[in-house]
Structure formats: C-alpha cells, structure tokens
C-alpha cells in the first residue's frame, strides 16, 4: 500500500514539473505587451491594405506575423525579436516554402522539409525567429490562395507586413520605455584595448567565464548575452549589498562641497581647486541643482595642454582674463564644464556606484536629493574607503563567530 502511495506520489511531483514558473512581470508591463500587439497588428493590416489596394486575393496579414507580434512586444530584448531575426527570418522562410512547393508539390513531407530547411537557414544567416517556421509552413499548406501568389508571396504580405510590424515596434517600444532594436555588444575587451579585463569583470565572474559557459551549455537563449550579463552583475551586487549592509551614499560622501556656477570666471575656479587641492568642481544653479561639473581634465582640454611645449604659459592664457570684450577664449566655467553629469541620489547603495567610477572611468559623482539638489560629493577614493571599512566588519563578524565556537 505505501509502494503505491509512494509511486501517486512521484506521479503528482512529475506532473508538477511541467507547470510553468511564475512570471515576474507587473500588470503595467503585461498591459504595455498587449497594447503594442493589438496597435502593431492592427496598423500593419490596415497599412497593407493601403499599400495593396483592394485586392481580394492577397490576404492583409497572415497567421505568423500574430507569432512575430508576440516577440516584438511581449520581449523586444530577445534576440529572436531583432529588426534582421524578424525580416530575414520572415522573408527567408517564405523563399524556402514556396521554392519546395515548386519542386515538391503540396504535402506534409514538403511542408516538414520547408520549416527544417528554414530553420537551418535561418540558423546560417544569424537571423532565428521562431515564426518563420510558421511563414514556411504556410507557404506549403495555405491553400489555393497562397499558392496562386507563388514568389509574390514572400513580398506581399510577408516581407510588407514584417516590415511594417517591425517599424510600429521600433517607435512603441521606444515610446513605452522599452529599448529597442536590443543591439549586442560582441566587443568585451579591456575599456583601453589593453588585455586586462575591465574593472567591473574585476569585482567576480569574468565576460570570457560568461562565453565558455554560454559555449558549453550549447542551446539557443531567448535573452541576449549582454542583458545575461548585466542580470548576473545586478545579482552579484545585491549579494554585495547583503554581505557590506545599507551603506548608502549620504553615509561616506562629502557634504562641504565647494561649487562653482555658469559664471564662475575660470580664474576664479582655477583657484578654489588650487586652494582646496581638489580636482573637481559641480557647477550649480541658484537651487543648487547640478547642471555640470568642471574637472582639471576640462581645462587642459580648453588650454590644449596634450601639446607639452610651454605648458604653464598655456594654462595661464587660459585662465587669465581677457582684456578684449570680443574674445574667443572661454571665459567662465560654463563655456567648459562637462554636461549633462552623472549624479548619484543620496540614498542609494555605494555598491551601485562601483559600475560608474570603475567601468565607466568616473571619479567624482555629485550626490543629489531627490529634488535633484546637490548634497554632496562622492569620489573613488571614498568608495574605497566605504568597501574597505564594509570588507573589515565581514572579516570582524566571521572571526568572532569562529573565536565563540
């Protein structure tokens, strides 16, 4: 009796293996999708028909372009909803449906070798997308209309309504926040060329640890490698954030922050980084909102100091007010600061900040309130500090736990 309960048992657990995993979407995102489907479609039928004219024979859309709508809006990420997957793939598999109706005739052996035929070559020419297995198939067995449009069929409607679905798509998503076309970044080198990886690869796993795993797990992923790679790097960093604990930025940043403003002369602000031995300046408006940041890079860049001969005199010239009201010389701050300037609210976890003063080469960010008024000032050197002093209670944490053991 228990053996049998015991098989109902495993049978039930198998059974649970094929219920679908929770989705981690909000209602917004899913009212996005469904929005972008039913307007894509919709526009793209009736677009078609403008194109086309009343001609009965050509239907406005077909079946996959449904599958295809799916992809666009539901994961415009996903490498299978690219601009060269749908068109390519699209366009592709109709060549191939029709071309094995031609030499095949219509049958479900043609129909199986068209959708293989496209997969494969969909697979060679780098453009997957899962509908157009579903084009080849209806080229072979959409019946007596579709086979009278013989090698039109893969311009009108195939080609016209992936092209028209795919350009809705690229101004929807754009519009609702959602980046698209997904480019990937295949360049995962060193930031200056150089073969040492870049700091943030530092921090954990390496982008070639990424790519050997991804060799070796040899399947196709419905996300692209660089949104994989940036998903593992968020983890590792909530990882770090439970390891170091809230240390957020108002917690280590300076806040006797010196400031320039748009008018600042450049004398003037020469002299407050002399005077203050610091290397950067936040330019601020009259509500100390931050509108650009002037940095000892800035006015080597204005006084062309990449060219060492005379370089003091250079600097000088540049610095110095001049006497002629028509001058082309920069004359404030605002004529050379940087803008727009990444800032930082206040709030925010310093682990968040390693991707910007590490990878992106920044080294000082301007901390804001969430009225985007300036609070303070964070630099490399203070995020060091913070991970060090973080690094430093782990360590005084684990070994009390192993002397009380």
Known sequence: MRR???????????????????LHVDYTERLRACGGIAGGLLLTGLSTRL?????????MLIGPIGASAVLLFGVPASPLAQPWSIIGGNLISALIGVTCVHFFGVSLLSAAIASAAAVAAMFFMRCLHPP????????????????ELGYQFPVFPVLINSLLLMLFALAYNNVTGRRYPHASHPDHSGKHGTRDARPIDRLGFKSSDLDEVLQ???????????????????TEMHAYRRRFGEISCGDVMSRDVVTAEFGTTLEEAWGLLRQHRIKALPVTDRARRVIGIVTLVDFMKHANLDVYEKFDEKLRQLIRRARDMHSNKPEVVGQIMTKPVRTAIE??????????????????????????????????????AALYRGRLGDTDSALSGTVST
Do not use: C
Not at 4 to 22: G, V, Y
Not at 224 to 233: G, I, N, Y
């Open 4 to 22: 049998k309960w015991s098989l109902i048992e495993d049978f039930i657990s198998w059974l649970k293996t094929f219920l679908p995993a929770q």
């Open 51 to 59: 194109m086309l004219g009343p001609v009965e024979h050509i239907p």
């Open 132 to 147: 157009g297995g579903a084009v080849a198939l209806t080229a072979v067995l959409g019946g007596p209309v579709i086979h």
């Open 216 to 234: 070796q797990y040899n399947q196709v992923l419905d996300v692209s490698r660089d949104d994989l790679e940036a998903l593992f790097q968020q």
């Open 347 to 384: 709030d925010m976890h310093i682990v968040e900040l390693v991707p910007l003063l590490s990878d992106q080469g920044l080294h000082h960010i301007p901390i804001v309130d969430h009225e985007h008024r300036l609070t303070g000032m964070l630099t490399q050197s203070d995020l060091i």
